[in-house]
């Protein structure tokens, strides 16, 4: 049973006249004859007592008007309100994170986008694999974070900030202090924790290589994800590299910028022609707050 038979029937019941029922509903006179057919068959009973020259409801067809005419009215009613919510419901913006540290510089931006766009709702998506991408060109997201490149053909990148890429360690290790640090000084710093992309973005994961070679594997410490990583620096096992992105990192640990390695790009993707209005003023807004953050 669908609706379009619903109409049919209540109209010719109206009318008692297919063809000024088939005027009203502007479709052929065979097309609501077809409905009434289908709908009669559907319910096992005749609707209409119909001659040459009249047409009449059956006892069963007056019953069902009353049943018909609540039903279409529930289907108007539900128009109705599903507008009036799409209306009503806040506009969201879907940024993909791989991590807590993007979760966490996202914080300042959003807090102020609430404040100017306070109709615009954030939704947060954390997953740290590959398909982030692929959720982002398929319109599942708005926005994301990536390291280096200027974009595709699919994607579109916008830089951020340079970060330089760093060595990090709690504050009682033995490379803990001041100033750039050397590869060399990396080989004798005991240690080091590593992870794979796409946790480790390509660009950091290459120098991330050249600080493990060498070693025996007994100084590698192999994470799943940053978070991994990050827990085993701060806890004193071992020493990472990373891209210090402002406003991404817990506070409290030592870094320092790894002597003769250039900084990685760091920025956002989304795809190109993105019309969300969000989209363009939260990147903004995340350039003014990393750079605040980095002073």
Known sequence: MNTTQLECFMAVANFLNFSRAAQQLRITQPAVSHQINTLEDELGVKLFQRTSKSVRLTQEGFQFTHYAGEILKLTDLSRARMKEAQKEAPQRLVVGCRNTGELRLLIPALDRLRREEPQLLPVLRLIPFDSLENLLTEGELHLMFAFGGAGTK???????????????????????????????????GGRIAVCRPPSCPEGLFVIQGQAVAGRPTSEILFCDNQEVLFT?????????????????????????????????????????GQKHPGVRRLVKLLEETMEESAI
Not at 175 to 186: C, H, K, Q, V, Y
Not at 240 to 266: K, N, W, Y
């Open 232 to 272: 085993l620096v701060e806890a004193g096992y071992a020493f990472g590299v990373t891209a210090d992105v402002p406003g991404s990192q817990a506070t409290g640990l030592c870094r320092r910028p790894i002597a003769d390695v250039e900084p990685l790009s760091f920025g956002a993707l989304s795809l190109p």
């Open 154 to 188: 699919r994607v579109q990148y916008r830089q951020l900030r340079r970060c330089p890429v760093c060595c990090v360690c709690a504050p009682g290790h033995p490379l803990a202090g001041e100033g750039p640090i050397t590869m060399e000084e990396l080989h004798q």
